[in-house]
């Protein structure tokens, strides 16, 4: 057996522990969004009323949330990050989860609950690598409507059109938190109104071009030349 083949099956089985390791360090971590905060509470206690007032936990069992820290914006509102206990995630995925759905019907909310995600290893490794921008396009889920240059497939090449078939690379699989890449109207009346400004300016730019004196295939006329009254009269012969 080669030196290089034990070496690369020795880092294989590291990459799986430390995969292991990540994953149950996450699983203790949510991500709280589109909890209110008006009044700017400090997080310990908007997560606690979150916790025993909307979700019903009993107040006689460990704390819920703990190690609050702010986690980007979703929308207008700032995300938490927060560590749970064991006993309010059964609670939550067993009662609360049921409570909170009610809740955000009859206040028309959309709070949320979500576990961490981690990247494995090798993802991990990959992410200073670069994305071409047509990638960038079609992982991001960029609205290209207003592209007016070739196609999306006629920019990409054969190994990002095979990655897609494959299914390697799908359509608005990553995100950024807080970026909505996605056209607004109000973009898409900005640029109407930029293409309409372009218009008036070309038309303006040509009539200008043109001499105000002189028109195509004729004079301007001056001022009193088709007033015979205003010409000097005659003066008689003597």
Same mark, same amino acid.
């Given at each position: ?16 522990? @430390? ?19 008006? /009044? ?8 606690? $009323? ?12 460990? =704390? ?7 986690? %980007? ?6 995300? =938490? ?5 064991? &006993? ?15 809740? #955000? ?11 961490? @995600? ?10 200073? $690598? ?10 991001? %889920? ?6 007016? %240059?070739?196609?999306? &497939? ?23 938190? %807080?970026? #909505? ?14 293409? $309409? ?9 040509? #009539?200008?071009? $043109?001499?105000? &004196? ?5 004079? /301007? ?6 007033? @015979? ?10």
């Amino acid at each position: 057996m080669s030196n290089s083949f034990v070496a690369e099956s020795s880092q294989e089985r590291k990459q799986i522990f @430390q995969d292991s390791i990540n994953k149950k360090v996450v699983l203790e971590w949510v991500r709280v969004t589109g909890l209110p905060n008006p /009044r700017k509470k400090p997080f310990d206690r908007i997560l606690q $009323e979150l916790a025993v007032d909307i979700l019903k936990y009993p107040r006689e069992k460990p =704390i819920a949330f703990s190690w609050p820290t702010a986690a %980007g914006m979703t929308g207008n509102i700032l995300a =938490i990050r927060a560590k749970i206990s064991y &006993d309010f995630w059964r609670f939550f995925i067993t009662e609360g989860r049921g409570l909170l759905a009610e809740y #955000n019907k009859t206040n028309n909310l959309d709070i949320r609950i979500n576990r961490e @995600q981690t990247l494995t290893v090798s993802d991990n490794e990959r992410l200073g $690598e670069s994305m071409t921008p047509t990638m960038a396009a079609v992982q991001f %889920g960029i609205n290209l409507e207003a592209w007016n %240059g070739l196609p999306l &497939d006629d920019l990409l090449t054969q190994k990002e059109k095979d990655a897609i078939k494959r299914g390697d690379v799908k359509l608005g699989s990553l995100r950024l938190t %807080g970026v #909505n890449l996605t056209k607004s109207q109000s973009s898409k009346n900005t640029s109407e109104n930029n293409k $309409e400004n372009c218009m008036e300016k070309q038309e303006s730019s040509s #009539n200008s071009s $043109e001499s105000p &004196d002189v028109e195509v295939g004729r004079k /301007r006329p001056t001022s009193g030349v088709n007033n @015979q009254d205003d010409l000097p009269a005659k003066m008689p012969k003597v």
